[in-house]
């Protein structure tokens, strides 16, 4: 069984400021996938970054860094110089073969 | 590549009421998977396709529930004498591959209200 615990229901960062969102993970496969997902107010998932449980390094993907810490199984989002837009729903996802299992989510409201 | 599609994108309909909604996933894509997002909360697996055959259904999906993908391209999912708490969104969302790297591409997703 996989699971997945984002424990920040909401955040508030100013403008250009960084935000990490907390996701920790658990999970019986030996290989398995961490993917973040953007949801604005639109509806649409948005992919954002993914990292791999055998990548040596942690994803960067513009904005968006993970800090992969797989000994602690979490995956924690970064966003830098964050931005009105990016003011959104943030899901944590894992992957371990066919299924994407979900966190609960974090809000984020970025303040002019 | 034009995206995983849903249609209709809102729904309205009174408790009782049968429902059917469309997917038709990015063309190459064999996996195609459905999700239920409640407001607040992250989106919940209901069932999931390889190309034609549906080859695992959440205890989620109750006997009200009904989806289908009959050429291995769209998919439908049927809900049946909907109940208030059907409301929800409910995504739609495709793969090419069975893989732990592989990102899933999600539609916009259809509103479901039921009144």
């Known amino acids: 069984a996989q699971k997945i615990t984002q424990t920040q229901p909401g955040m508030f960062v100013q403008e250009k400021e960084a935000v990490t969102l907390d996701c920790t993970y658990d999970?019986?496969?030996?290989?398995?996938?961490l993917f973040w997902y953007k949801q604005p107010s639109s509806g649409e998932m948005i992919f954002l970054i993914y990292?791999?449980?055998?990548?040596?390094q942690n994803a960067t993907e513009g904005r968006y860094s993970l800090n992969f810490q797989k000994a602690r199984k979490s995956a924690n989002l970064v966003i830098s110089a964050s931005q009105l837009g990016d003011s959104a729903m943030y899901f944590c996802?894992?992957?371990?073969?066919?299924?994407?299992?979900f966190g609960a989510g974090t809000t984020v409201t970025v303040r002019a | 590549d034009t995206g995983v599609s849903q249609d209709p994108r809102h729904k309205i309909t009174k408790r009782g009421q049968n429902v059917t909604f469309r997917c038709d996933p990015i063309s190459e894509h064999n996996r195609l998977y459905w999700y239920r997002q409640t407001l607040g909360q992250g989106p919940e697996f209901l069932t999931y396709?390889?190309?034609?055959?549906?080859?695992?259904k959440s205890r989620l999906l109750s006997d009200r529930f009904s989806a289908e993908r009959p050429k291995g391209s769209f998919s439908t999912l049927e809900i049946q004498r909907t109940e208030q708490g059907d409301s929800a969104m409910y995504l739609c969302?495709?793969?090419?591959?069975?893989?732990?790297?592989?990102?899933?591409?999600f539609g916009s997703g259809t509103q479901l209200s039921v009144l």
């Open positions: 996802a894992l992957r371990g073969d066919y299924k994407l299992s």
């Open positions: 396709f390889q190309n034609e055959a549906q080859l695992e």
């Open positions: 990292q791999g449980s055998y990548d040596q």
């Open positions: 969302a495709s793969s090419s591959r069975d893989k732990p790297n592989e990102k899933l591409f």
């Open positions: 999970t019986s496969d030996p290989s398995y996938g």
